[in-house]
Structure formats: structure tokens, C-alpha cells
């Protein structure tokens, strides 16, 4: 018997952007969209009556913000990822500390919204590639990561992905950049996870600086 696809609450005050997250997740076979809100309060009363699996929650509604809505269903069944165009190390901190399982910029594009509710279902919290780098460098805090050496050696290939993604590099730009897929990429990348024992990019990225190996950008 075929798994339940995710149910999703979509909450944002612009119109188009409700439509155009609803065109990308519907099209996916595993995701469906089963209500949306147009400002923060509805988004909580939705969310508290359809129970989703996942809320794309915006930072800047009417109402109640989505860091507010955040809070309001921290611990509950609905994990909140946050999608904004503002770029914000405050926001980042506040929606992470409120139980986001997710931060992404709008402008990251439709592959990485799929890969956030997908990480979010797995337990995983995916912050935008383009926000990473920044965060653990400015908030002077490095994930814990596992000791320096891999229990299990990186290939050649695995070390150039780990570089990319240390850079803040989505999938799809790892993949043009090696000449491969996206899925290629991502299969690689879950590779290295299972052999660094870590869960998400940001830890990856610690781990890869505390090598010695690869550098922060300045």
C-alpha cells in the first residue's frame, strides 16, 4: 500500500505566492496541499483544524507573524517551516529557538521547498544553502559535529561535494557544478551523512571546517 502523501497548510498574504508554492507541491506525487490562510490567526485556527503535516509559514502576515505562529504550534503534530524573503540572522535564530523544522528564502526556488517538507517529514531541518555559511560563522556557533576524522573515509567525490555544500551550495548547484544530477548530488550527499553520523548541511559544513580541510569563506 502506497504511503499517505504530506499533507501541507500553506499560510502567506500574497496571493501568488500561495499559488505558485501550491503548483510546485502539488505536482510532486507524494505532496498535497490541503488548505491555505492569508494572515497569521487563521493560520494557527487552520492548522489546528486540518492538522497538516507541514505549514510553509511566511514571517511577515497580519495577525500574527510566522514566528508567532511558530510558537503558538511548537510541539504539536504540524511541523512549521518558515519561508521569507527577508534575509535576517535575527529571524533565522527566533524561528529555529520557536521549533521551526525549516528556514528558507523565497528566492531559493521550487527544488529546495520540495527538499524542506521532505527533510521536515524526515526529521531533518533544512536552512537555505545561501543563509548556512553566514549563520555559523556570524553566531559564532558550530553545531556539534563528530570528531575531525570521518569513521568512515570520503571518497574523492564525497570531499568535492562536502566542499560545495560548505560553500551554501543547493543540490542542483552542486550538480552543475560536478557535472552531475541533482539526484546524483543528493545521493552522494546522504552518503556522506551516513558516514559522518550527521543529519543536515549546517553540520556538514561544521564538520568540513573542523577538518582542516576546507576553509569558511571570509
Known amino acids: 500500500m ?18 505558485g508554492f501550491r503548483l510546485i507541491l502539488d505536482s510532486q506525487p507524494d505532496m498535497t496541499v490541503v488548505g491555505e490562510a492569508a494572515d497569521g490567526l487563521r ?12 505549514l510553509l509559514a511566511d514571517i511577515r502576515m497580519p495577525g500574527a507573524d510566522g514566528l508567532a505562529v511558530t510558537r503558538a504550534l511548537a510541539g504539536g503534530p504540524t511541523r512549521v517551516i518558515v519561508v521569507t524573503t527577508f534575509d535576517d540572522d535575527a529571524y533565522v535564530r527566533e524561528a529555529l529557538g520557536g521549533g521551526a523544522c525549516g528556514f528558507l528564502l523565497k528566492r531559493s526556488g521550487p527544488n529546495l521547498l520540495i ?19 553566514r549563520l555559523l560563522r556570524d553566531l559564532g556557533h558550530v553545531p556539534a559535529a563528530p570528531r575531525a576524522a570521518a569513521p568512515e573515509p570520503l571518497t574523492e567525490r564525497e ?10 551550495r543547493t543540490n542542483a548547484e552542486i ?3 560536478l557535472f ?5 548530488a543528493k545521493t552522494h550527499l ?4 551516513a558516514k559522518l553520523g550527521v543529519r543536515n548541511r549546517v553540520a556538514i559544513a561544521a564538520w568540513a571546517w573542523r577538518s582542516g580541510r ?3 569563506e571570509p
Open 180 to 184: 552531475i544530477s541533482a539526484g546524483t
Open 190 to 193: 546522504a552518503n556522506v551523512q
Open 115 to 133: 527538499e524542506a517538507v521532505r527533510a521536515a517529514m524526515a526529521g531533518d531541518t533544512l536552512i537555505s544553502p545561501q543563509i548556512t555559511v
Open 2 to 19: 502506497a504511503e499517505a502523501a504530506t499533507r501541507i497548510l500553506l499560510a502567506d498574504d500574497q496571493d501568488d505566492i500561495r499559488s
Open 43 to 54: 493560520a494557527i485556527e487552520q492548522a489546528r483544524l486540518l492538522r497538516p503535516d507541514v
Open 175 to 177: 550538480g552543475a557544478e
Open 214 to 216: 576546507i576553509a569558511p
Open 159 to 168: 570531499w568535492e561535494i562536502v566542499a560545495l555544500v560548505a560553500q551554501g
